[in-house]
């Protein structure tokens, strides 16, 4: 007779666990998003008896139904489900990230039913990620701030990249890794951007944990800024004292995290380098005794004559605040033994980041930017600055509960005039004139907006020298999506193909 409490039914044991161990065990997936779709894939590749579990219904869930293949598996969807009847009988529960007890944004009653199970605490609930970092036997480095993850995690993966072990990046990047776990060993290195929805769920830390910076963001989710700020904290709080938490010497919240990690802290700046971390230095990024992992080996870091590692000059991303997500990156592959060559050929390879400053064409005089992951003020006061005057900002979008007053003020210096769309539309215009911005108009579209733009950046551009720098129109839009399109790549891919129809008009305008 099989014993409750060890058999196929009883409850997972987290700790110690292994891929093996999900075998014949009844486990349910919450949400078939991105990480809920990975994450049942994995399950039954690992001979897990798998529930998935979507309030939506199933004629609006083919794609992800498509991407579940013919795997057997145990289908409960629609509103008309009770969520109890996913969680009953299970030994163990996942969740998609953006799906918990403690979020407002979680259905309610599937948030009342996961709240239950938790405080019974007899059934282990874990998260995508959190499942990952208990199984994976390779070294991670986990990447978090209120901006800049996007940037400094693919940095960081092009920069391990240059060495000899194989790299993997993921994360809140839009890539789940949990199904790559049975190729995984210990000669891997993995890359994972961690959100604020992420950080909550997580129990394992990473052996090398990055923070770009921690300002505001995502109140509608969090409630208050002190609470954002413990979500972010969670990262440091878990760093394994063998391992590296690397922090932003110019950012007072982060920084002040040191005091809740075990891990040793190596600081990096646009500054002189701190010592033992990176800074700047006669126009180069220089290291000042960076200490390597003693799961590298130990020891001091390589560097060239005076610390050097690359030249400013050399780093293929606009604005200064790049500079930093490239010291970040740097004092990453200096920890895991990098070799400075490698860092400076990778950091002069990359290429960018798809929807982060990303240059879409230049033409007639006009740069056309798509900064769609913009979505935060202080994003985008860094992409006003990263571009010379005149710049025509789009912006506008979903409210995320956050002040825009210091934006307004630097887009009044910065920008030539703005673009407003989408439901923060009107408030953004009025904080912009408000605070001196004189031209602003409305659009109801992508299409429009960027016409609207393009037409006020040639205006502006009349007249100018040969070989004067372009006019850029910048979509950076200081809000979320969701008001207008599925997601910010959604919206990129919107701002792409508007610019493209406005060229080939121009160009079929001009062939006439």
């Known amino acids: 007779m099989t014993d409750p409490r060890t058999g196929p039914g009883a409850p997972v044991r987290l700790d110690g666990l292994t891929i093996g161990d999900?075998?014949?065990?009844?486990?349910?997936?919450?949400?078939?998003?991105?990480?809920?779709?990975?994450?049942?894939?994995?399950?039954?590749?690992?001979?897990?008896?798998?529930?998935?579990?979507?309030?939506?219904?199933?004629?609006?869930?083919?794609?992800?139904?498509?991407?579940?293949?013919?795997?057997?598996?145990?289908?409960?969807?629609?509103?008309?489900?009770?969520p109890e009847e996913a969680l009953t009988g299970q030994a163990l529960v996942c969740t998609s990230p953006s799906i918990s007890s403690r979020y407002p944004t979680t259905e309610p009653r599937l948030r009342a039913a996961l709240g239950a199970v938790e405080a019974e605490g007899r059934v282990p609930v874990v998260s995508e990620v959190d499942l990952f970092l208990r199984l994976c036997p390779a070294l991670t480095v986990g990447i978090t701030g209120t901006k800049g993850k996007t940037t400094t995690s693919s940095l960081c993966a092009a920069v391990l990249g240059a060495g000899a072990a194989p790299v993997l990046l993921g994360g809140n990047i839009g890539i789940p890794l949990v199904e790559r776990l049975p190729e995984l060993t210990s000669a891997h290195r993995v890359v994972l951007e961690l959100s604020e929805l992420q950080l909550p769920t997580i129990s394992r830390g990473t052996d090398v944990s990055v923070y770009t910076h921690v300002t505001s963001d995502h109140l509608d989710r969090h409630g208050t800024l002190a609470a954002y700020r413990a979500v972010k904290r969670r990262l440091a709080e878990l760093a394994p004292a063998s391992g590296a938490l690397i922090l932003n010497e110019e950012d007072p919240v982060s920084l002040a995290f040191a005091d809740a990690s075990a891990a040793r802290v190596v600081r990096y700046s646009r500054g002189l380098p701190p010592r033992g971390g990176v800074g700047i230095a006669g126009g180069w990024i220089v290291a000042d005794g960076v200490e390597r992992l003693e799961a590298v080996g130990g020891g001091t870091a390589m560097a060239g004559?005076?610390?050097?590692?690359?030249?400013?000059?050399?780093?293929?991303?606009?604005?200064?605040?790049?500079?930093?997500?490239?010291?970040?990156?740097?004092?990453?592959?200096?920890?895991?033994?990098?070799?400075?060559?490698?860092?400076?050929?990778?950091?002069?390879?990359?290429?960018?980041?798809?929807?982060?400053?990303?240059?879409?064409?230049?033409?007639?005089?006009?740069?056309?930017?798509?900064?769609?992951?913009?979505?935060?003020?202080?994003?985008?006061?860094?992409?006003?600055?990263?571009?010379?005057?005149?710049?025509?900002?789009?912006?506008?979008?979903?409210?995320?509960?956050?002040?825009?007053?210091?934006?307004?003020?630097?887009?009044?210096?910065?920008?030539?005039?703005?673009?407003?769309?989408?439901?923060?539309?009107?408030?953004?215009?009025?904080?912009?004139?408000?605070?001196?911005?004189?031209?602003?108009?409305?659009?109801?579209?992508?299409?429009?907006?960027?016409?609207?733009?393009?037409?006020?950046?040639?205006?502006?551009?009349?007249?100018?020298?040969?070989?004067?720098?372009?006019?850029?129109?910048?979509?950076?839009?200081?809000?979320?999506s969701f008001d207008m399109f599925a997601d910010y790549a959604a919206r990129g891919r919107a701002f792409r193909s508007a610019v493209a129809a406005h060229l080939r008009e121009r160009a079929a305008g001009g062939a006439r």
Do not use: C
């Open 22 to 82: 999900l075998r014949d065990r009844p486990v349910v997936v919450l949400g078939l998003a991105r990480s809920g779709i990975a994450l049942a894939r994995f399950l039954v590749d690992a001979g897990a008896h798998v529930t998935v579990y979507d309030a939506r219904e199933a004629a609006d869930l083919g794609e992800a139904l498509s991407a579940l293949g013919d795997r057997p598996l145990r289908r409960l969807l629609g509103p008309g489900v009770a």
């Open 305 to 480: 004559p005076g610390g050097r590692i690359l030249p400013l000059d050399s780093i293929p991303l606009p604005g200064e605040h790049s500079w930093s997500n490239v010291a970040a990156a740097v004092a990453t592959g200096l920890v895991l033994g990098i070799a400075p060559d490698g860092i400076r050929r990778a950091v002069e390879a990359f290429p960018g980041v798809e929807h982060r400053l990303e240059l879409v064409a230049v033409a007639g005089g006009i740069r056309y930017v798509n900064d769609s992951q913009g979505t935060q003020p202080d994003a985008v006061i860094a992409a006003l600055e990263a571009f010379p005057a005149p710049v025509v900002l789009i912006a506008g979008g979903r409210d995320k509960g956050v002040a825009v007053d210091r934006l307004a003020r630097v887009a009044a210096e910065r920008a030539a005039a703005a673009i407003l769309i989408g439901e923060t539309g009107p408030a953004l215009e009025a904080a912009f004139r408000s605070a001196g911005l004189a031209r602003t108009e409305r659009a109801g579209t992508m299409d429009d907006a960027v016409r609207r733009a393009a037409t006020i950046a040639a205006e502006l551009r009349a007249g100018a020298p040969e070989g004067a720098e372009p006019a850029t129109v910048l979509l950076s839009p200081a809000a979320a």
